[in-house]
């Protein structure tokens, strides 16, 4: 069984070379970029991979293309800060070589924070369905956090995928901005509204990750997860507000 591995960018030269050292192993790489200005496309192209150039159109409609130019009957789709061990790599190779009965499988994930791999707080083992046969599953076109939808029976892998997200505050806070703002403008869109009791999400979603689901034991950086993620949740809400007052 042959597979493909699929994968958008936008200015991804930092991330990209250690993402694409580590699927040489696959039988079609394909990037899908969306007018890169930094050394990305040549990257790509320097590690063989199939190279698509096309204007930014969403998500699920960027990673539908890419899934629609694969060659081959499997089809992993990853992001340029995630990264496949060794040990998935070889668990993917002998799993589509029998998998009669599934269609696609759920890989877990690694969270990578601040040097750090948060282990709880609920952010592992963070199931994603990264693998699946062509032509039974496409991404929805969510403007955020886009999900696959599959045609058949999912299974899941043992080992796990690596997600290097934030390379520091910085950047966390760029992609903050960006997400909440999609966030909003999705809830927007489906008619939610704002209340006041939306203030509280923040001090109780601090509460969960940290309390309850045993953030403190991954340290400093667990603390600063819990924070963080507490206030992406009150911010998404005051732009859906900002976004009602001022009707769009």
Known sequence: MKISVVIITKNEQDDLPYCLENVKWADEIIVVDSGSTDTTVDTAKRFGAKVFERKWEGYGIQKNFAIDKAVNKWVLSIDADEVISPELQREIKEIIKGSDDYVAFKIPRKLIFQGKFLRWGGCYPDYQIRLFRKGKARFNLDLVHEKLDVDGKIGRLKNSLEHHS????????????????????????????????????????????????????????????????SFFDIVKFLKLKELHTSGK
């Open 166 to 229: 934030y390379k520091n505050l910085s950047d966390y806070f760029e992609r903050f901005n960006r997400y909440t703002t999609l966030n909003a403008l999705k809830r927007f869109d489906n008619k939610n509204k704002f209340y006041l009791w939306q203030y509280l999400y923040a001090p109780i979603k601090f509460i969960k990750i940290y309390f309850l689901k045993l953030g403190f034991l991954d340290g400093s950086a667990g603390l600063n997860w819990a924070l963080l993620c």
